[in-house]
C-alpha cells in the first residue's frame, strides 16, 4: 500500500515537472498563476520553471524510493529519505525567491514579508521532521511494582492491578483502520479498530514479531520493540513483575 501510495505521489510529481519544465505550463506554480501583469513581468519565469522541474524530479526520486524503503521494511533508510523530503522543500522555497523580483527590495534584498513566510514554513517542516523522527523510535516502556508506563506518544499509565492478562504472539494485529493514531510504513502507535470489532492501544512495528499483549480493563494494548530480543526480554520483565507481585 505504502509503495503504490508513494509511488504515485513520486509519478504525479514527475508529470507537474515535465509539464512547468519543459511544456511551459506556468499556470501550474502557485502564486505566479494569481499574479496581476504586472507583478509576472519582474518574474524570471523561465528560470523559475528550469528550477521547479528539476526540484520536482529529485522530489519525485524521493517519494518513490521511500515507497520501496517502507515496503522492504528498511525503516532507517525510509525515515531518512522521508526526512530529506523537508529540506528539499525548504531549499525549493528559499531559491525560488531568487527568480521572483516582487520579493526583492531596491537593493536586492529580501522583503520582511519574503523572510516571514520562509522562517514560517522552515519552523512548520523542522516541527514536522522531528515529529517523525521521534515517533519512529521503539516505545520506551517503564515497569515498577506498581504500574507500567508506555512513553511518549500515545502514551499510557496502566496500574499493575488494571492487567488481567499478558502474553506473547507472532501474529501482528490485523489492523481494520485508524482511530487516532499515527503509522509511518509498519510503525503504528495510538488507537486502532482490530477485526473483530476489537478497539486497541498500538505501539508495534508490525514486521517485527513477536509481540506482547498486555489485557487490561483499559483494553488491549500490543506493544513491542522493533527486535527480538528486545521484546523477549520485555516480556519477561513484564511478566515476572506480575508473577512477583501476585506472590
Not at 210 to 236: C, R, V, W, Y
Amino acid at each position: 500500500m505504502y509503495l503504490i501510495t508513494m509511488f504515485l505521489f513520486g509519478m504525479l510529481c514527475l508529470v507537474l515537472g515535465i509539464l512547468v519544465k519543459y511544456l511551459k505550463c506556468y499556470w501550474l506554480i502557485s502564486g505566479y498563476n494569481t499574479m496581476s501583469a504586472e507583478k509576472r513581468l519582474r518574474v524570471d519565469i523561465k528560470g523559475l520553471g528550469n528550477f521547479l522541474g528539476n526540484s520536482l524530479f529529485v522530489l519525485a526520486g524521493l517519494m518513490i524510493a521511500t515507497g520501496l524503503f517502507l515496503h522492504s521494511n528498511l525503516q532507517m533508510a525510509s525515515t531518512i529519505a522521508i526526512l530529506a523530503i523537508f529540506p528539499l522543500i525548504i531549499y525549493l522555497l528559499i531559491k525560488a525567491q531568487r527568480f521572483d523580483g516582487n520579493t526583492r527590495n531596491a537593493d536586492g534584498t529580501m522583503t520582511m514579508a519574503a523572510k516571514a513566510v520562509i522562517g514560517i514554513v522552515m519552523v512548520t517542516f523542522i516541527a514536522i521532521g522531528i515529529f517523525i523522527l521521534l515517533s519512529a523510535r521503539p516505545t520506551e516502556v517503564l515497569i515498577s511494582d506498581e504500574a507500567v508506563q508506555i512513553k511518549g506518544l500515545y502514551g499510557i499509565d496502566i496500574n499493575r492491578n488494571e492487567i488481567s492478562g499478558i502474553s506473547l504472539t507472532d501474529a501482528p494485529p490485523d489492523i481494520v483502520h485508524k482511530t487516532n493514531g499515527f503509522n509511518l510504513g509498519a510503525i503504528f502507535k495510538g488507537h486502532f479498530l482490530l477485526r473483530g470489532g476489537v478497539k486497541a492501544r498500538l505501539y508495534v512495528n508490525i514486521r517485527r514479531p513477536p509481540f506482547i499483549e498486555i489485557t487490561t480493563s483499559k483494553g488491549l494494548i500490543i506493544i513491542n520493540q522493533g527486535d527480538l530480543q528486545k521484546t523477549e526480554a520485555l516480556f519477561l520483565n513484564l511478566l515476572s513483575k506480575r508473577t512477583s507481585n501476585r506472590g
